[in-house]
C-alpha cells in the first residue's frame, strides 16, 4: 500500500477476524501498531490490540444483527471500557448479491437500520475516531 498509495497503513485486520500468536509477531515485526480482530479483545503492548464489541451483520448466516443488540453490547463496552468499537461492513447495505460490481445497489431497508446505529451513537454524545487516533491517545497514556 505504500508503495503503490503513498500510505503507510499502521492496523491490521484480519480476514474473517482469524490470526494467531505468529501473526502478531510478524505485524510487530513488519511495523504495524495497531491490531483489530477478536471480540472484546484488548492489550496495549507493543500492539495496540483492539477488539470489535459489536457488528453489524453476522456472517454466516449472513444477516444484520437487531438494532437493540447493538445498542446493548456498545453501552455495556461504553460501561466496562469506555469505549465501542462496531464492526461495520459497507456490503452489509447492498441489495441481495449485490447488484452490479461496478454498480451496486444500496437497500434502503437496510440502509436505515445503519442510519438508527449512527443516530442511536450521536444520542449518546460519543466522539467518533480512528484506530490511529486511538493509538495516539495510548502512547501519551490518554486510552
Known amino acids: 500500500m505504500n508503495e503503490n498509495l503513498g500510505y503507510e497503513p499502521m492496523t491490521f485486520i484480519p480476514p474473517w477476524n482469524l490470526s494467531s500468536k505468529e501473526t502478531k509477531d510478524a505485524l510487530i515485526k513488519e511495523g504495524f501498531r495497531i491490531y ?3 471480540r472484546d479483545e484488548f492489550e496495549k503492548t507493543k500492539l495496540l490490540t483492539i477488539g470489535f464489541t459489536s457488528a453489524t451483520a453476522t456472517f454466516y448466516p449472513h444477516t444484520l444483527v437487531i438494532l437493540e443488540k447493538i445498542k446493548k453490547e456498545c453501552l455495556e463496552s461504553l460501561e466496562r471500557r469506555n469505549y465501542c468499537v462496531i464492526m461495520i461492513h459497507p456490503q452489509d447495505y447492498l441489495e441481495e448479491g449485490w447488484g452490479e460490481i461496478d454498480n451496486p445497489a444500496i437497500d434502503l431497508k437496510k440502509y436505515k437500520q445503519f442510519t438508527s446505529v449512527v443516530n442511536f451513537l450521536l ?3 460519543l466522539t467518533f475516531t480512528t484506530f490511529r ?3 495516539r491517545l495510548s502512547l501519551e497514556n490518554k486510552f
Open 36 to 38: 483489530s480482530g477478536v
Open 123 to 125: 444520542e449518546q454524545n
Open 133 to 135: 487516533e486511538l493509538h
